[in-house]
């Protein structure tokens, strides 16, 4: 009432809610429950770094290694040296990760005798500690951003005993999830705007519980902060399609791209999309400001490629892999493309009709990389029993379902964002690709030596949209029920996982 009668008094007070809303603190625009998703995720990261048994996550001693080598010599390891140092190798033996890796008849140390026989192997490890480890087996390839992070939990428990330092280095490794669940929540915030604030919460929630991410970011490897980054960037895209490129976005994006190319070599399976994604948003800017907004683009460029620059020109002066490990898979090609293509094909759909075979009796997409979500943890030798992965199917479908009903709903919005769905299409594709042709470089010794579910991490913002999709999908009456059942079922997922994982070393 008082805005309609008192005119003189509303305008001063509308001026100075717009100028608090400038003014406010960037931090202070992030919600609380964002910071929750946070919490959790890390939290949970933390339970997988106590429940996994030491370096029975994939390439972990490989990992510690270089974190070992970089952070006592300040030098990066040796490509094609497989010798671990001498303190991590009776480490290693005293943990008998040799019996225990692959082997899941064989439980990890329990017993006070073996307890008692270990810690006099770490003072002996202890004892015979060298500089460096010059070898550090299939990561020696990788950038060195995450290792440089690592080297400061290593640094500052430089005294303690391997585990010691590898258990702190998981904490640090955990909170990189906090970070993931965090620019979910973000970018679910983002992409879809209208949604009740709730729907924002169960997609960071969801994700923040994921086994999978847990798993991985509980352990010394540097997917988890590929994960981290990777949502940071889909954020950033989301963001900027909805506000435009402007400078300070455009920077953001390309020192994200920065820090992507310094992560791991498979980040260069999401550059193709982001590019597209950047030469988008560039192209609208230019209907208002012109050629300013390619000026914009250039500096994003420039600073996103600075630093794979410098990496590949690092690695050609040392005779290394331009990139890593990915040039295999840029490199070779068997037969013919076209052979290629259908590998690449069959390692996520069915068959062709007309086409070879290369994956006789297999389906891939439930038996390799449906199960390989439900649950295959340690070095890919710890799983449910084959019935659960067949009761998984029901929860997945009514999520896939419900969130099909809410893309229907929503197709005049889908059809007005036609443009962005593709860029973030774009960036799915470009990494799947990349996973895919990598392991046709070791084709057909091995019929899929990369179709591990860790490599399509990168894309959990987009699962983090589909499940606040799905519970928005229930209705408006029952949308909140849905998404708490989402999340009482992501809770459970994680927490029998972990229980399998404890069983396994320690039942």
Request: charged share 15%.
């Amino acid at each position: 009432m008082s805005g309609r009668t008192a005119t003189r008094g509303a305008r001063p007070a509308r001026t100075h809610t717009l100028a608090a809303s400038v003014k406010a603190p960037r931090l202070k625009r992030v919600p609380r429950a964002a910071w929750i998703c946070a919490l959790v995720a890390f939290l949970n990261a933390a339970c997988w770094s106590l429940v996994t048994y030491a370096f029975q996550a994939p390439d972990e001693p490989s990992h510690f290694a270089y974190v070992k080598q970089l952070a006592e010599t300040g030098s990066l390891p040796t490509v094609g040296l497989e010798g671990l140092s001498s303190e991590e190798l009776l480490t290693l033996d005293g943990l008998r990760s040799e019996e225990v890796r692959e082997e899941p008849q064989n439980r990890a140390i329990v017993t006070q005798a073996e307890q008692s026989q270990l810690r006099r192997d770490l003072a002996a490890a202890q004892a015979s500690k060298g500089r460096g480890s010059p070898g550090a087996g299939v990561a020696a390839s990788e950038p060195p951003l995450y290792y440089a992070v690592e080297a400061i939990p290593y640094i500052l428990a430089r005294h303690a005993s391997v585990l010691a330092r590898l258990q702190l280095m998981r904490l640090t490794s955990a909170l990189m999830a906090g970070l993931t669940a965090l620019f979910v929540f973000m970018f679910v915030r983002e992409v879809l705007p209208a949604a009740p604030p709730w729907a924002w919460t169960v997609a960071g929630l969801a994700i923040a519980l994921t086994p999978l991410l847990g798993f991985m970011s509980g352990a010394v490897n540097p997917d988890s902060l590929l994960f981290a980054v990777s949502a940071a960037i889909f954020y950033a895209l989301a963001r900027a399609f909805r506000r435009g490129l402007d400078t300070a976005g455009a920077v953001t994006i390309g020192a994200l791209l920065a820090i992507g190319f310094l992560t791991k070599v498979n980040f260069l399976g999401l550059v193709p999309g982001i590019l597209v994604g950047l030469a988008v948003l560039a192209a609208r800017a230019a209907r208002v400001a012109g050629r300013s907004a390619y000026r914009t683009l250039a500096l994003a460029l420039a600073i996103g490629f600075s630093p794979g620059v410098i990496y590949v020109s690092v690695n050609a002066l040392s005779q290394r892999p331009l990139f890593g490990l990915v040039s295999a898979a840029i490199q070779t090609v068997h037969g013919s493309p076209f052979a290629e293509l259908n590998y690449i094909w069959q390692f996520y759909l069915p068959r062709l009709p007309g086409t070879v075979d290369d994956f006789p009796g297999l389906f891939m997409a439930q038996q390799l990389w449906f199960r390989g979500y439900v649950g295959l943890y340690g070095w890919f030798d710890t799983t449910f029993p084959a019935w659960v992965y067949s009761v998984a199917l029901i929860p997945t479908g009514a999520v896939a379902l419900l969130c099909g009903h809410a893309l229907f709903q929503r197709r005049g919005v889908l059809r007005a964002r036609a443009v962005e769905l593709a860029v973030y299409a774009s960036i799915c594709v470009g990494l799947m690709a990349l996973i895919a042709a990598d392991s046709y470089h070791e084709f057909p010794a091995l019929d899929a030596a990369y179709a591990q579910v860790r490599y399509l991490l990168p894309l959990l913002p987009l699962l983090g949209a589909a499940l606040a999709l799905a519970a928005l999908g229930a209705g408006r009456r029952w949308g909140p029920i849905a998404g708490t059942v989402i999340v009482i079922v992501f809770l459970a997922h994680d927490l029998f996982s972990q229980l399998l994982v404890a069983a396994r070393y320690y039942g």
